[in-house]
């Protein structure tokens, strides 16, 4: 059963530019959850989706956005990067009703310069 | 306030003995659910072990354990027998209701480093 896939593994983009993120789940699972991980805030919650709905939002600015595909697939957008944006972003992915499990894909290092 | 606190920036431990993460948590719900990963310098979150709110077991994989102290609030992470291979960023998060019907939400720590001494 192959794991959660996120491309690209490393980007690099220039402040104003923006960028779009791909988080595949793991077979079966059709929830999505996006996380930012950086140096000083730690890990934050980014949204979440399940079947093409976005059920939870964490507190970052418009500029983050995210959908999901009928095969349960995900794509996050970041507008107007800002050289703060620079992170590595997680997909994690989840069953429904099995909320005991949430895989993390190899994350997207996302440089801006 | 933090809702997960890892007291415990870094780590040593000696190859073969077992080694203690602390993890304390901080939630008013009554289901709730707390994971541990580990996080190779490679950055990929690795599951290792999940203990429900309501499980009265601590939760066992292989190496690891959960020592789960509902009063208290604490969640530690025991890893038996270290290898080399341990070495790493280890992580305490909660899985709280948030969000719409059906969403949950993590919560992380900010981490302990583990560094396996051979």
């Known amino acids: 059963k192959a794991g959660v896939t996120q491309t690209p593994r490393y980007l690099i983009k220039t402040r104003g530019q923006q960028v779009t993120l791909s988080c595949s789940p793991i077979?079966?699972?059709?929830?999505v959850s996006w996380y930012q991980q950086t140096p000083g805030q730690g890990l934050q919650f980014l949204f979440e989706y399940f079947s093409e709905t976005q059920r939870n939002k964490g507190n970052f600015p418009g500029r983050f956005s995210g959908r999901q595909f009928s095969n349960s697939r995900s794509e996050m957008n970041v507008s107007t990067l800002e050289l703060g944006d620079s992170a590595l972003y997680l997909c994690a992915s989840s069953p429904q009703g099995a909320p005991a499990e949430a895989f993390f894909g190899q994350g997207t290092r996302l440089t801006v310069v | 306030a933090q809702k997960i606190t890892q007291t415990q920036p870094g780590m040593f431990v000696q190859e073969k003995e077992a080694v203690t993460l602390d993890c304390t948590y901080d939630t008013s719900d009554q289901s709730y659910g707390l994971f541990w990963y580990k996080q190779p310098s490679s950055g990929e979150m690795i599951f290792l072990i999940y203990q429900g709110s309501y499980d009265e077991q601590n939760a066992t994989e292989g190496r690891y354990s959960l020592n789960f102290q509902k009063a208290r609030k604490s969640a530690n992470l025991v890893i038996s027998a270290s290898q080399l291979g341990d070495s790493a960023m280890y992580f305490c998060a909660m899985r709280e209701r948030r969000g719409g019907a059906g969403s949950y939400q993590l919560t992380f720590g900010k981490g302990t480093k583990l560094s396996v001494i051979p």
């Open positions: 077979s079966g699972h059709r929830s």
